[in-house]
């Protein structure tokens, strides 16, 4: 799921893939703002056929968080 997951924040949001990794934050070491936060939660939504809500888009802090909604998601 990481690979995946790694593969949308490259493509997508155009993200340095050498910086991707489980513990990178997405907003101090991503630099994913809010606007780049809401296109990466429509880009998840569409990948990986989940639903992203509001109040769970601001709870993630790290891509090991967006790896274990989506993997939590999937698995419901």
């Known amino acids: 799921m990481f690979e995946e997951i790694k593969k949308v ?5 155009n ?4 910086l991707v990794t489980p513990g990178a934050k997405l907003k ?3 630099g994913i703002d809010s ?3 809401v296109e990466l939660a429509l ?7 989940v639903r992203i809500e ?4 601001v709870k993630l ?3 090991q968080d967006i ?3 989506v993997s939590a998601k999937k698995a419901a």
């Open 9 to 13: 924040l490259v493509d997508a949001i």
């Open 15 to 18: 993200v340095d893939e050498a």
């Open 28 to 30: 101090e070491d991503l």
């Open 35 to 37: 606007l780049s936060a």
């Open 43 to 49: 880009e998840l939504e569409s990948a990986f056929d």
């Open 54 to 57: 509001d109040a769970e888009l």
């Open 61 to 63: 802090i790290t891509v």
């Open 67 to 69: 790896v274990d909604t």
